[in-house]
């Protein structure tokens, strides 16, 4: 029989601890931790060399957030690749190689156990672009700061997304290293460096026969996420939406009409503006007040929630604190003033037609009288079951040529279909335990409102359940003084010892849950 322990240290485990005392399934360390009494050696030993460890888990972090790869500015796309490959081997994985694609490279690793099962997992070290005049310190320092309510925490490009939890990962398997103790599972490990464009070679890596092949025997694969919220709560993710990540350009060089070129702006009483022809496409692809997709045939495939789903929402509204989220998030109301868990559902629900940023003519200071020649939306669509990607790209192409907008151009960038898992899959289910033996409160969800490529995965011919896992806690992804918290003085939140110590117990669910 495989050894299992529970390693989390939190006051929010008290209600664990006296069911536990009272069943005498588990034994208190003088830390105060979790464990079971057959395994409180393995622990012990796992959780010192984490502990001794942990210097070095943040110092990892922040020498990685120091290395930008951008994939969209071909930044440090070799490096980046070489550096991940270098934390595989120096975790403890047997082989690591960096994968070349017709774009940027990834990476993928292994690790033989000698154990029963396989598990999968997915890193991205790319992150998004920044502009260090938007933050308060410099974005690649990795500056310690406070967080109140948190702790100390990493400010970094990168830092949540997705580089701290998944530091913490490597930590575990370190301190695993470190103790001589083995994880009780086989893993394999594919990252890439085109996350942030929408993963438009990732399938070539994906597809590679061998790796594949390792891939398939997998029970599962999931992405490493510090999401607690200040109660300590996370959520279980049973899908995500998909994306297409694109361009509208419009010039007057495609349309025929307006400038080749910029042209003095007095010239606009008999000279036609790509500007303003962009304006007028981008208002016919949503509804007047902006909020719900208007092109055609836009929702004929799209699936409405479930009952299930509808009542995990109710469940996750209930758990949250809507106040707290608006807080964070900057806002003060949601589209039409839905009540929270209305909210949610159109969260889980809707497609959505994003605007991410409008490019036309001259943007420094004070004004410059030009008509541009050219007018570009960068934008990204959001997609739910049962949409796709192709069927996406194809009708936003249709509605705009109907509409006499044929001139103006798509861009595509990359993306990738939604993604969905079963409730009951092995991979869930083990989360689920290792949250609860943790005394995490955690909700299932139907599915992630943001993307990743999970379809990759879930979609034929790999059809592995797939995933997000981790505790901790940080924000501000693609954001200015994006963090991550490495010493949490909230009881109910993780630091980065809890952290990477729950990868190592999810470890352990994964090989045993039936």
Same mark, same amino acid.
């Given at each position: 029989m495989?050894? $299992?322990?529970?390693s989390?240290?939190f006051?929010?485990?008290l209600?664990?601890?006296?069911?536990?005392?009272l069943t005498g399934l588990?034994?208190?360390?003088g830390?105060?931790?979790?464990?079971f009494a057959s395994?409180?050696?393995?622990?012990?030993?796992? $959780?010192?060399?984490?502990?001794k460890g942990?210097?070095?888990?943040i110092a990892?972090l922040?020498?990685?957030i120091?290395?930008p790869?951008i994939?969209?500015?071909d930044?440090?796309?070799?490096e980046g690749?070489?550096?991940?490959?270098?934390l595989?081997?120096d975790?403890g994985?047997d082989?690591?190689? !960096?994968?070349?694609?017709?774009g940027?490279?990834?990476?993928?690793?292994?690790?033989?156990?000698?154990?029963?099962?396989t598990?999968a997992?997915?890193?991205?070290y790319d992150?998004?672009?920044?502009?260090?005049a938007?933050?308060?310190?410099p974005?690649?320092a990795?500056k310690i700061?406070?967080?109140?309510?948190?702790g100390?925490?990493?400010?970094?490009r990168g830092?949540?997304n997705?580089?701290g939890?998944?530091a913490? @990962?490597?930590?575990?398997l370190?301190?695993?290293?470190?103790?001589?103790v083995k994880p009780p599972?086989?893993?394999?490990? !594919?990252a890439?460096?085109?996350?942030?464009?929408?993963s438009?070679?990732?399938?070539?890596?994906?597809s590679?026969?061998?790796?594949?092949?390792?891939?398939k025997?997998?029970?599962?694969i999931?992405?490493?996420i510090?999401?607690?919220?200040?109660?300590?709560?996370?959520?279980? =993710?049973?899908?995500?939406?998909?994306i297409v990540e694109?361009e509208l350009v419009?010039?007057g060089?495609?349309?025929g009409?307006?400038p080749e070129?910029?042209?003095?702006?007095?010239l606009?009483?008999?000279?036609?503006s790509?500007?303003?022809?962009? !304006?007028q496409? @981008?208002?016919t692809?949503?509804?007047?007040d902006?909020n719900?997709?208007?092109i055609d045939?836009?929702?004929?495939n799209?699936?409405?929630?479930?009952?299930r789903e509808?009542?995990l929402?109710?469940q996750?509204?209930?758990?949250s604190d809507?106040a707290?989220?608006?807080?964070l998030?900057?806002?003060q109301?949601?589209?039409d003033?839905l009540?929270y868990?209305?909210a949610?559902?159109?969260l889980?629900?809707q497609p959505t037609? =994003?605007i991410?940023?409008?490019?036309?003519g001259?943007?420094?200071p004070?004004?410059?009288?030009?008509l541009?020649g050219?007018a570009?939306a960068?934008m990204?669509l959001?997609l739910?079951p049962?949409q796709?990607?192709?069927?996406?790209?194809a009708?936003?192409r249709?509605h @705009?040529?109907?509409r006499g907008f044929?001139?103006?151009?798509?861009k595509?960038g990359?993306?990738?279909d939604?993604?969905?898992?079963?409730?009951?899959s092995?991979?869930?289910?083990?989360?689920?335990a290792t949250?609860?033996r943790?005394?995490? =409160?955690?909700t299932l969800?139907?599915?992630?409102?943001?993307?990743w490529?999970?379809a990759?995965f879930?979609?034929?011919? @790999?059809s592995?359940?797939a995933?997000?896992?981790?505790?901790?806690?940080?924000?501000g992804a693609?954001?200015?003084?994006?963090?991550f918290?490495?010493e949490?003085t909230n009881?109910? !939140?993780?630091g980065?010892?809890?952290?990477?110590?729950?990868f190592?117990?999810?470890?352990y669910?994964?090989a045993?849950i039936e």
């Amino acid at each position: 029989m495989r050894k $299992r322990f529970c390693s989390f240290p939190f006051s929010v485990r008290l209600g664990v601890l006296k069911t536990a005392l009272l069943t005498g399934l588990f034994a208190v360390t003088g830390s105060a931790s979790l464990v079971f009494a057959s395994d409180s050696d393995d622990y012990a030993v796992i $959780r010192a060399a984490a502990e001794k460890g942990k210097a070095a888990s943040i110092a990892r972090l922040k020498e990685w957030i120091a290395l930008p790869s951008i994939a969209a500015e071909d930044l440090n796309m070799p490096e980046g690749a070489e550096y991940m490959r270098k934390l595989a081997l120096d975790a403890g994985f047997d082989a690591a190689e !960096v994968v070349p694609t017709e774009g940027h490279p990834g990476v993928w690793a292994t690790m033989d156990n000698g154990a029963e099962r396989t598990l999968a997992v997915y890193f991205m070290y790319d992150v998004k672009q920044y502009d260090p005049a938007e933050w308060s310190s410099p974005p690649l320092a990795g500056k310690i700061i406070d967080k109140p309510g948190f702790g100390k925490a990493m400010v970094g490009r990168g830092a949540v997304n997705q580089k701290g939890p998944q530091a913490m @990962l490597l930590a575990g398997l370190h301190a695993m290293k470190e103790a001589g103790v083995k994880p009780p599972v086989n893993l394999v490990l !594919v990252a890439e460096g085109e996350e942030e464009i929408g993963s438009p070679h990732f399938k070539q890596i994906v597809s590679r026969p061998d790796i594949m092949a390792k891939l398939k025997e997998s029970e599962g694969i999931f992405i490493p996420i510090g999401w607690q919220d200040d109660k300590g709560n996370v959520g279980v =993710n049973l899908g995500a939406k998909g994306i297409v990540e694109l361009e509208l350009v419009a010039s007057g060089e495609s349309w025929g009409r307006g400038p080749e070129k910029d042209i003095h702006s007095s010239l606009k009483a008999m000279v036609d503006s790509p500007a303003w022809r962009l !304006v007028q496409a @981008l208002q016919t692809l949503v509804t007047s007040d902006g909020n719900t997709p208007a092109i055609d045939g836009w929702f004929e495939n799209v699936r409405p929630l479930t009952e299930r789903e509808k009542e995990l929402i109710g469940q996750a509204a209930a758990s949250s604190d809507e106040a707290t989220r608006k807080k964070l998030l900057g806002v003060q109301h949601w589209i039409d003033d839905l009540p929270y868990q209305q909210a949610l559902e159109r969260l889980a629900s809707q497609p959505t037609v =994003n605007i991410e940023g409008l490019v036309a003519g001259y943007t420094g200071p004070g004004g410059k009288t030009i008509l541009p020649g050219r007018a570009v939306a960068k934008m990204d669509l959001r997609l739910v079951p049962n949409q796709t990607r192709a069927e996406a790209e194809a009708k936003l192409r249709a509605h @705009l040529d109907e509409r006499g907008f044929k001139d103006v151009e798509m861009k595509i960038g990359g993306g990738y279909d939604p993604t969905e898992t079963a409730e009951d899959s092995r991979i869930i289910q083990a989360e689920m335990a290792t949250y609860r033996r943790a005394g995490v =409160n955690a909700t299932l969800n139907p599915r992630l409102a943001g993307s990743w490529p999970g379809a990759m995965f879930t979609a034929p011919p @790999l059809s592995l359940p797939a995933g997000q896992f981790g505790i901790g806690h940080g924000s501000g992804a693609h954001a200015p003084d994006e963090y991550f918290v490495v010493e949490s003085t909230n009881p109910k !939140v993780a630091g980065a010892v809890d952290a990477a110590m729950a990868f190592v117990d999810f470890f352990y669910q994964v090989a045993e849950i039936e």
